[in-house]
C-alpha cells in the first residue's frame, strides 16, 4: 500500500517536473518569438534603382507602347509621384540616395570612375551604414558608382554582401579609352570579365530574391538595394525577353525591368513579409538623349533610349527632363494606395525617410533631405520639400522654389513656372522679375553654403526693375 502511494507521488512528482519544463521551455521561445516581432516592427526596406529611364518610359506615366503593368501595380499600391527630382547624373544622383546630401557637400577627391581615386570618404554615413547600426542585415546588387578602389566598394561602406559593376556598363573601350577592365564583383573580388551583360538584370534579380528570401525568416529586418545596369547604354537584355515588345530593343529593355520589379514584390510576397516592408523604384536620371558620338559604336544607336515624356532635356541638363523621373513607393498598411502626387519630392528625401523609419542615428551634418513619411502616410497633405537646387559638378545652373524655377546655364536667364508649364517652355523672366531675383537670392546663399559657383547670366537681377 505504501509502496504504491509512493509509486503514484512520484509520477504526480515527474508529471509536474515535466509541467514546468514545458512552461519553461515555451516562456524561453516565447521570448525568442517576441524579440524577433519587436525587431521587425521595423520594416524591411528595398530600394529599385533604374539607370538612365526616363519620365515618359512606363505605361503609368504616358508611354504609349511599352507596357509596364508590374511598375505600374506598384504605383497603383501607394504613392506615384509626378514631381519627383534627382541629380543630372549618376554619381551626383546616388550620393543624393546614399548620403541624403547635394554632392558639392561632400569632399570625394576625385572622380569614381576607372582610374579615378575618388570615393565616399568615412567621415560619411551612408544610408547602408545607418541602417545596418540599426539591427538591419544589408545587401546590394548592381551600380555602385560611388568609388571603385576597395575602401570605396559597397562591402567597406555598410552592405554585408554586394554583387555587381563599381560604375557604368559603358566604361570599357570602344565607349571609354581605360585599361581599366570592366569586371562583375563579389565583395571586393573581381568574378567576371569580360562581363556577359545580356544577362545582367536577370541576375541581380535572383540576387535580390535570394537576399529576401534567406533574410524573411530571420526575425531581423533587411535593407537590399537593387541598382540595375540598365537602360544606361550600351543596352542588353536576356534572351528571353527579346522582340516581347512593340517597342524595340529598348522596349525589351523595359520588360526586363518590369519582370524584375515582379519578382522582387513575389518574393516579398511569397515570404509573408509584404505588409511589413517598403518598396521604393525610382530612376538615378533621364535618358541621356544628347549623348556625344563616342556612343555610337558596337551597334549603339540614338533610338537605343528612353523619352522624357513631355519634360524639357536630357540626362546631363539642368531642364526637367534630366532631372524629373518617375518615382513610386508602397508600404502596404502605412502609405495609403491609389495615391499619385505633384508635389515636389526629392532623392535626398530618400535617405532621412529610410534612416528615420529604420531607427538609424542621424549624422551630425547638413542633410538636405526631410522626413517624407508624415506626408506619404497622409497625416500632412503637403511634401515637406518646397526647393531644390540643380547642380552641374561644381557650379549651381538652377534652383526650383515652390512652383517657380530659376535657370541660369544658357547665358541667359530662364524663369519657368512648372505647376503651370511643366515642359519649360515660356520663359516668364521679364514679367515676374521679381521672382527670378528671390530666387536667385536663395541660389548665393547655396552656392555659398556647399563651396561652389551660380552659373553667370548675360543679364544682372539689380537691373531688372
Same mark, same amino acid.
Given at each position: 500500500?505504501?509502496?504504491?502511494?509512493?509509486?503514484?507521488?512520484?509520477?504526480?512528482?515527474?508529471?509536474?517536473?515535466?509541467?514546468?519544463?514545458?512552461?519553461?521551455?515555451?516562456g524561453l521561445t516565447l521570448m525568442g518569438v517576441t524579440e524577433k516581432v519587436i525587431a521587425q516592427e521595423k520594416p524591411n526596406i528595398v530600394v529599385l534603382l533604374m539607370d538612365d529611364v526616363g519620365y515618359g518610359? +512606363?505605361?503609368?506615366?504616358?508611354?504609349?507602347?511599352?507596357?509596364?503593368?508590374?511598375?505600374?501595380?506598384? /504605383? &497603383?499600391?501607394?504613392?506615384? =509621384?509626378?514631381?519627383f527630382v534627382t541629380a543630372m547624373w549618376c554619381t551626383p544622383s546616388r550620393t543624393q540616395l546614399m548620403t541624403g546630401k547635394y554632392m558639392p557637400r561632400i569632399e570625394f577627391g576625385d572622380n569614381t570612375g576607372p582610374g579615378g581615386e575618388g570615393g565616399i570618404p568615412d567621415s560619411e554615413i551612408?544610408?547602408?551604414?545607418?541602417?545596418?547600426?540599426?539591427?538591419?542585415?544589408?545587401?546590394?546588387?548592381?551600380k555602385w558608382h560611388l568609388g571603385w578602389k576597395d575602401e570605396y566598394l559597397p562591402t567597406n561602406k555598410g552592405f554585408d554582401e554586394w554583387f555587381g559593376i563599381p560604375y557604368s556598363n559603358d566604361f570599357r573601350p570602344p565607349w571609354v579609352p581605360t585599361d581599366v577592365p570592366l569586371a562583375l564583383y563579389q565583395g571586393t573580388e573581381r568574378v567576371e570579365?569580360?562581363?556577359?551583360?545580356?544577362? +545582367?538584370?536577370?541576375?541581380?534579380?535572383?540576387?535580390?530574391?535570394?537576399?529576401?528570401?534567406?533574410?524573411? /525568416? &530571420?526575425?531581423?529586418?533587411? =535593407?537590399?538595394?537593387?541598382?540595375?545596369?540598365?537602360?544606361?547604354?550600351?543596352?542588353?537584355?536576356?534572351?528571353?525577353?527579346?522582340?516581347?515588345?512593340?517597342?524595340?530593343?529598348?522596349?525589351?529593355?523595359m520588360s526586363a525591368l518590369d519582370w524584375s520589379v515582379g519578382e522582387v514584390l513575389k518574393a516579398l510576397e511569397d515570404n509573408g513579409i509584404d505588409d511589413n516592408t517598403i518598396v521604393f523604384l525610382t530612376s538615378d536620371n533621364g535618358p541621356w538623349l544628347n549623348?556625344?558620338?563616342?556612343?555610337?559604336?558596337?551597334?549603339?544607336?540614338?533610338?537605343?533610349?528612353?523619352?522624357t515624356g513631355l519634360l524639357r532635356g536630357a540626362k546631363h541638363t539642368s531642364y526637367e527632363g534630366g532631372n524629373?523621373?518617375?518615382?513610386?513607393?508602397?508600404?502596404?498598411g502605412q502609405i495609403p494606395a491609389g495615391q499619385v502626387t505633384h508635389e515636389l519630392v526629392g532623392m535626398p528625401d530618400m535617405f532621412r525617410t529610410f534612416?528615420?523609419?529604420? /531607427?538609424?542615428?542621424?549624422?551630425?551634418?547638413?542633410?538636405?533631405?526631410?522626413?517624407l513619411m508624415p506626408f506619404l502616410s497622409g497625416e500632412v497633405s503637403e511634401s515637406p520639400r518646397n526647393e531644390y537646387a540643380y547642380f552641374r559638378n561644381d557650379v549651381l545652373e538652377a534652383m526650383r522654389i515652390g512652383d517657380w524655377k530659376l535657370r541660369l546655364a544658357s547665358g541667359e536667364p530662364e524663369l519657368f513656372n512648372l505647376q503651370l508649364d511643366p515642359s519649360e517652355l515660356y520663359n516668364r523672366v521679364n514679367e515676374d522679375h521679381q521672382i527670378a531675383k528671390e530666387i536667385y537670392t536663395e541660389m548665393l546663399k547655396m552656392a555659398e553654403e556647399v563651396g561652389v559657383d551660380v552659373s553667370e547670366s548675360n543679364i544682372k537681377f539689380t537691373d531688372l526693375n
Open positions: 500500500m505504501i509502496r504504491n502511494k509512493l509509486i503514484a507521488s512520484n509520477k504526480i512528482s515527474m508529471i509536474c517536473h515535466s509541467i514546468i519544463m514545458l512552461i519553461f521551455l515555451f518610359d +512606363l505605361s503609368s506615366y504616358g508611354h504609349p507602347i511599352i507596357e509596364t503593368p508590374n511598375m505600374d501595380k506598384m /504605383g &497603383s499600391e501607394g504613392v506615384r =509621384f509626378t514631381s551612408t544610408l547602408a551604414e545607418g541602417l545596418k547600426q540599426a539591427g538591419y542585415n544589408t545587401g546590394m546588387a548592381g570579365f569580360p562581363i556577359n551583360q545580356n544577362t +545582367l538584370t536577370t541576375r541581380y534579380t535572383q540576387k535580390a530574391v535570394n537576399f529576401i528570401d534567406e533574410n524573411s /525568416g &530571420s526575425g531581423e529586418p533587411f =535593407f537590399f538595394y537593387l541598382a540595375y545596369a540598365m537602360a544606361h547604354l550600351p543596352i542588353f537584355t536576356a534572351e528571353q525577353f527579346e522582340g516581347t515588345s512593340d517597342a524595340g530593343l529598348y522596349g525589351d529593355v549623348l556625344p558620338d563616342r556612343m555610337l559604336a558596337e551597334g549603339v544607336r540614338p533610338w537605343h533610349q528612353g523619352t524629373r523621373v518617375p518615382a513610386m513607393i508602397r508600404w502596404p534612416m528615420e523609419v529604420g /531607427g538609424a542615428d542621424l549624422p551630425d551634418s547638413k542633410l538636405d533631405g526631410f522626413n
